[in-house]
């Protein structure tokens, strides 16, 4: 039983929560980072202080991001509508004018009595946030951006030369690079800065905090390498192009290439391969980012325990999509594979997830990644159910006891406050709330939507990332918790329509028997005759 444990407690807890001030938010999003944690069922990857978040959280083990790039992902499930109704499948548009004038999570919880504030990486930077992380409507003053952002593409890494180059793989001495620090640490530390000025607030906050790491360049503390000896680095189950994987599905990951370390290898052009002891490496330098994002987790948590925030505050814990690591040949997100669109998504609730904690005890002390952990953390609550980061808006209006806006007509353009996705409170048992309609749904008829645009049938230059006016195929993924399915269509970027009798090629995956989505079957079925009307 999912919900066996404790169950007497949350409901006692429940009952006097009404009376109770409003619950904090802080809203935590990393950059590319897939499910490789401790909590996600990862052997090898040290993540003691998300797993530790974990255990008193209810986690979605099956969550999926709607788009695996980042701007389409964030302005998504920040507005938390689906990318065919913000527009936005590049980085090149400002929803509010090119789409319809829709509402933000942060804008939402402003508007009603919050402090809204953001650190880091939340909105993607540039035109698809107005060059302000749309400001001013979803935060109460301007976000803060670490200025040791700056050199995150410059030439701080060690070379085997001893130059320092601009390489896909960068451990540093953070002694030695420019100002001395890293931005991930410097948002950790304004965060913590916010967090301590809250303590004297009257309102409740919203603290989105986004991390830069894992994506792209590696660039980390460098003792975090000797967490994963090179001969302990297994390469990917599966690193071959599937031979049944339609040309258009593949995305020939252009991105790493331009680093100088990577074009040092001289690999073709689109498929590679890249030499095996480079994926180790590769491999290696991803786990080593993952643990050092997690030290940073752990600063911040336990910063928050020790302002007694955390008997007060939701945590939210997600990414805005996945990265392959070497499955299928690639070496990316930019895809519909599940490496890509795959995401880690908890939630710690004081007093739903978790008892609220006595005075004087830690929920969050800092644990150390590199102290050995004999014993396995308590896995938390786990829910299988198929969830999208679209259901990230009204979930989280709900948990902190907001009016949940309504569904979405559709179409949705003129509708500035609606949800097109679902809300999960179920999950966390609410007895005084309406139910769900889906509450009753049978698990096997859920369905998470994802989608990509290519340029054309075949991977070239800009496949990984097509702008606007070059998208001429989309493929729509229907994820069930039996298979994946995936059409590409024909797509007219300036009427956004997709046309899907005019199918370019089809994917179909079944996931007990090929979990890693190698063995397209769609020739072998009525690959067509499926569920068209699925389609949202
Ligand atoms: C868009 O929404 C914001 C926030 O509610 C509002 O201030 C602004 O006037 C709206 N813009 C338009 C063009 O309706
Ligand atoms: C985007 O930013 C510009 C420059 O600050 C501003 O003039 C414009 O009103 C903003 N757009 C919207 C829709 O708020
Ligand atoms: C590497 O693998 C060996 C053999 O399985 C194991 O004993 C060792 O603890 C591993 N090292 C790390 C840092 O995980
Ligand atoms: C890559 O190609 C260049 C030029 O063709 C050649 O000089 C170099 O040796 C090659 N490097 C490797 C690692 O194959």
């Not at 909105?123 to 935060?139: K, L």
């Not at 609606?418 to 709330?433: A, I, M, P, T």
């Not at 509450?439 to 070239?460: G, K, T, V």
Request: net charge negative; charged share 20%; hydrophobic share 35%.
């Amino acid at each position: 039983m999912m919900f066996s444990r404790s169950t007497h407690v949350i409901v006692c807890i429940t009952a006097s929560f009404l009376f109770m001030d409003p619950l904090n938010v802080l809203l935590i999003i990393v950059d590319d980072l897939r499910p490789t944690l401790g909590c996600y069922g990862d052997k090898l990857v040290r993540s003691p202080n998300i797993d530790q978040l974990a255990s008193h959280s209810l986690v979605f083990q099956n969550a999926f991001a709607q788009q695996a790039v980042c701007a389409p992902s964030r302005v998504s499930f920040l507005t938390g509508r689906r990318p065919d109704t913000t527009r936005l499948y590049d980085f090149n548009s400002y929803w509010r004018v090119h789409a319809g004038n829709f509402s933000t999570i942060p804008q939402y919880f402003k508007e009603n009595g919050y402090v809204t504030m953001s650190v880091g990486k939340v909105f993607h930077p540039g035109i698809s946030s107005n060059h302000s992380d749309d400001s001013p409507y979803s935060w109460s003053f301007p976000p803060y951006h670490p200025s040791s952002e700056k050199y995150e593409n410059t030439k701080t890494c060690r070379g085997e030369d001893g130059e320092l180059h601009a390489n896909l793989l960068c451990p540093v001495d953070v002694v030695d690079v420019p100002e001395g620090t890293l931005p991930d640490k410097q948002s950790t530390e304004q965060a913590i800065r916010l967090l301590e000025k809250m303590t004297m607030s009257a309102s409740p906050f919203f603290l989105a905090v986004g991390y830069h790491k894992p994506h792209i360049p590696f660039r980390y503390p460098k003792e975090f390498q000797k967490l994963y000896p090179l001969e302990n680095i297994t390469l990917a189950p599966d690193p071959q192009v599937p031979d049944g994987l339609p040309p258009v599905a593949y995305n020939p990951w252009m991105d790493i290439r331009q680093r100088e370390d990577i074009q040092a290898l001289n690999i073709s052009v689109p498929y590679g391969p890249v030499p095996v002891d480079f994926q180790r490496k590769i491999r290696q330098s991803y786990f080593a980012s993952v643990s050092y994002l997690d030290t940073q987790v752990g600063r911040l948590l336990s910063a928050l325990d020790d302002l007694q925030l955390a008997s007060s505050t939701i945590i939210v814990l997600t990414s805005d999509h996945g990265w392959a690591l070497g499955e299928h040949g690639e070496w990316a997100k930019y895809s519909n594979f599940d490496v890509t669109t795959r995401v880690p998504l908890m939630f710690y609730v004081p007093g739903r997830t978790a008892s609220v904690p006595e005075a004087g005890k830690k929920l969050f002390p800092y644990l150390d990644p590199f102290d050995s952990l004999s014993e396995l953390m308590d896995p938390g609550r786990q829910a299988m159910d198929l969830v999208e980061l679209v259901s990230l808006f009204p979930t989280l209006a709900g948990l902190a006891g907001l009016q949940v806006p309504p569904r979405c007509p559709i179409p949705s353009f003129h509708v500035e406050l609606c949800r097109e996705g679902r809300k999960l409170l179920k999950y966390f048992r609410y007895h005084d709330l309406e139910e769900d309609p889906y509450f009753h749904s049978n698990p096997r008829e859920l369905i998470a939507y994802s989608q990509y645009p290519r340029p054309a049938d075949s991977p070239q230059w800009n496949s990984d990332k097509p702008t606007l006016k070059d998208i001429k195929v989309m493929g729509y993924s229907i994820r069930t918790i039996d298979y994946r399915y995936t059409v590409w269509v024909g797509f007219n970027p300036d009427e956004f329509l997709a046309n899907f009798s005019d199918i370019h090629a089809g994917e179909l995956y079944f996931v007990g028997s090929d979990p890693l989505q190698d063995h397209n079957m769609y020739n072998d079925s009525q690959g067509g005759e499926l569920p068209r009307s699925l389609m949202p």
